[in-house]
């Protein structure tokens, strides 16, 4: 009898462990691109994976379509604990009644009055530990306990926070669940796990952004980081949650509907808001002679000189810009009549000049047509200016897109920020440093853009 029951034991238990690696051990795979990270706790059992990312041969994770635009998502996907195994979030109904909580898998409800891509909303509904049938719903929202509900909840800053419950199975008079993860902090900070909405947003570091329209973005970008460290002043509105300044949300940080911003071009005999391009005196040759080509090879010195292509470039291979010796320059200024096609990396060559700033390399890209840039290019280096549309690139997914690094400027009409890069780092798709290279050596024909920047002053106290 008692062998019978050992066995009997045994069996069950295998059985259980089978149904637990079913649906998601079907397909091994390195981890794909899951857009919810991080680690939630539970008192009973532990910590549960959201996603793949730390290791194995899995492929898991949560999703959720914060770009849809509907007030409504489903919550895709399985997490995972070493205690209870898969944690599916659209399992099948019927499902409990309980409260105040949907009929429904796990579903992501959008804020009303957010903007269509916030990621500010709660998550309400039912989601079940497969290994435990019956016993397994987990409840994931709303949880009205004394008019508050605990449930979980996600902010527009793509953090976590609130709690599930799973009674699972209570086998003796105390209140906790013997089978079932009872309590979960979802909270990102409290539970020390880091759960988290994986999004792409930009970064401009030591400078300032300027729009002659709106400015906005789909996502915020997270905790601790900024989109600009100081000014950010538009013609127009700046959303609050995706845009923002180290500074603060108001004055003088923030400054919207300024007024007019135009770039020099030649409506306006290139004489902008933020200066003037002498694109005249670049062409007549009031800086030297014009060459109609860079110099070959990877490692190029500019030496002050003004390269003029008369149509369409098309950049292929890697290269770095030179520092100057002596008499040389660094700086140079390349003009180009058509479109600038960027497929290969920009570089300066790295190292503190000798003796003469103007031995510091600096480029400027003037172009009359667009600037379209691979995705596959990870750095650029200068000021780029178009007179019609800078487009950074995507492979259209956020886990073969590459962020993209510019140490310079970007000056155009339009500016396409289409990178879609996230991970678990959180480091921006595009970075634009503002690396003071046009102020300190401007190259020819960019001595008076510096005029229009502003300028801090040290003063004493």
């Given at each position: 009898?008692?062998?019978?029951?050992?066995?009997?034991?045994?069996?069950?238990?295998?059985g259980?462990?089978?149904?637990m690696?079913?649906?998601?051990?079907?397909?091994?795979?390195?981890?794909?691109?899951h857009?919810?990270s991080?680690?939630?706790?539970s008192?009973?059992?532990g910590?549960?994976?959201?996603?793949c990312?730390?290791?194995?041969?899995?492929?898991?994770?949560?999703?959720?379509?914060?770009?849809?635009?509907?007030p409504?998502?489903?919550?895709?996907g399985y997490?995972?604990?070493?205690?209870?195994?898969?944690?599916n979030?659209q399992?099948?109904?019927p499902?409990?009644?309980?409260?105040?909580?949907?009929?429904?898998?796990?579903?992501?409800?959008?804020?009303?009055?957010?903007?269509?891509t916030?990621?500010?909303?709660?998550?309400?509904?039912?989601?079940?530990?497969?290994?435990?049938g019956?016993?397994?719903?987990?409840?994931?929202?709303?949880?009205?306990?004394?008019?508050?509900d605990?449930?979980?909840?996600i902010?527009?800053?793509?953090?976590?926070?609130?709690w599930?419950?799973?009674?699972?199975?209570?086998?003796?008079a105390?209140?906790?669940?013997?089978r079932?993860d009872g309590?979960?902090?979802?909270?990102?900070?409290?539970?020390?796990?880091?759960?988290?909405?994986?999004?792409?947003?930009?970064?401009?570091?030591?400078?300032?952004?300027?729009s002659?329209?709106a400015?906005?973005?789909?996502f915020?970008?997270?905790?601790?980081?900024?989109?600009a460290l100081?000014?950010?002043?538009?013609?127009?509105?700046?959303?609050?949650?995706?845009?923002?300044?180290?500074?603060?949300?108001?004055?003088?940080?923030?400054?919207?509907?300024?007024?007019s911003?135009?770039?020099?071009?030649?409506?306006n005999n290139?004489?902008?808001?933020l200066?003037?391009?002498?694109?005249?005196?670049?062409?007549?040759?009031?800086?030297?002679?014009?060459?109609s080509?860079?110099?070959a090879g990877?490692?190029?010195?500019?030496?002050?000189?003004?390269?003029h292509?008369?149509?369409?470039l098309?950049i292929?291979?890697?290269?770095?810009?030179n520092?100057?010796?002596g008499t040389?320059k660094?700086?140079?200024?390349?003009i180009?009549?058509?479109?600038l096609?960027?497929?290969?990396?920009?570089?300066?060559?790295?190292?503190?000049?000798?003796?003469?700033?103007?031995n510091?390399?600096?480029?400027?890209?003037i172009?009359?047509?667009?600037i379209?840039?691979?995705?596959?290019?990870q750095?650029?280096v200068?000021?780029?200016?178009?007179?019609?549309?800078?487009s950074t690139?995507?492979?259209?997914?956020?886990?073969?897109?590459?962020?993209?690094?510019i140490?310079?400027?970007?000056?155009?009409?339009?500016?396409?920020?289409?990178?879609?890069?996230a991970?678990?780092?959180?480091?921006?798709?595009?970075?634009?440093?503002?690396?003071?290279?046009?102020i300190?050596?401007?190259?020819?024909?960019?001595?008076?853009?510096?005029?229009?920047?502003?300028?801090?002053?040290?003063?004493?106290?």
């Amino acid at each position: 009898m008692h062998y019978f029951q050992k066995n009997l034991f045994s069996y069950i238990i295998l059985g259980i462990a089978l149904f637990m690696f079913a649906i998601p051990l079907s397909v091994f795979a390195a981890c794909n691109f899951h857009n919810v990270s991080g680690y939630v706790w539970s008192r009973n059992t532990g910590w549960i994976s959201l996603n793949c990312s730390a290791g194995g041969t899995v492929d898991y994770g949560l999703n959720i379509d914060f770009e849809s635009g509907a007030p409504t998502e489903p919550v895709a996907g399985y997490a995972w604990s070493s205690n209870l195994g898969w944690l599916n979030m659209q399992p099948s109904g019927p499902y409990p009644s309980w409260g105040s909580v949907p009929a429904s898998a796990a579903t992501f409800y959008r804020n009303e009055g957010g903007g269509s891509t916030t990621t500010a909303g709660v998550i309400k509904g039912w989601a079940k530990w497969e290994a435990l049938g019956v016993n397994g719903w987990v409840v994931m929202g709303p949880i009205d306990i004394s008019s508050t509900d605990y449930g979980v909840v996600i902010g527009a800053d793509r953090l976590f926070s609130g709690w599930s419950w799973s009674g699972g199975d209570n086998l003796d008079a105390d209140p906790e669940p013997e089978r079932g993860d009872g309590w979960v902090l979802w909270d990102s900070v409290a539970s020390g796990g880091g759960a988290s909405v994986l999004a792409y947003w930009f970064e401009t570091l030591y400078g300032d952004m300027y729009s002659g329209g709106a400015i906005s973005a789909p996502f915020a970008p997270p905790i601790g980081r900024y989109t600009a460290l100081y000014l950010i002043q538009a013609n127009g509105t700046i959303h609050p949650v995706s845009i923002q300044s180290a500074g603060g949300g108001s004055l003088p940080y923030i400054s919207e509907s300024f007024g007019s911003i135009s770039i020099p071009d030649e409506a306006n005999n290139y004489r902008g808001t933020l200066g003037w391009l002498d694109k005249a005196g670049l062409l007549g040759g009031r800086y030297g002679t014009l060459e109609s080509a860079l110099p070959a090879g990877s490692s190029v010195l500019l030496d002050g000189k003004v390269y003029h292509y008369t149509s369409d470039l098309v950049i292929n291979s890697d290269i770095t810009f030179n520092k100057g010796t002596g008499t040389q320059k660094g700086s140079g200024t390349i003009i180009v009549d058509g479109d600038l096609t960027i497929n290969a990396n920009l570089f300066y060559q790295s190292g503190a000049v000798s003796s003469r700033v103007d031995n510091l390399p600096s480029v400027a890209w003037i172009v009359t047509g667009d600037i379209i840039i691979n995705p596959s290019v990870q750095n650029l280096v200068g000021v780029l200016y178009s007179e019609g549309s800078i487009s950074t690139g995507t492979t259209g997914a956020n886990d073969t897109d590459m962020p993209i690094t510019i140490e310079g400027m970007l000056i155009a009409n339009q500016i396409n920020l289409q990178r879609l890069f996230a991970d678990e780092t959180q480091e921006p798709a595009e970075q634009i440093i503002f690396d003071g290279r046009a102020i300190i050596n401007p190259p020819p024909g960019l001595t008076d853009i510096g005029k229009g920047l502003p300028t801090l002053r040290e003063t004493r106290p």
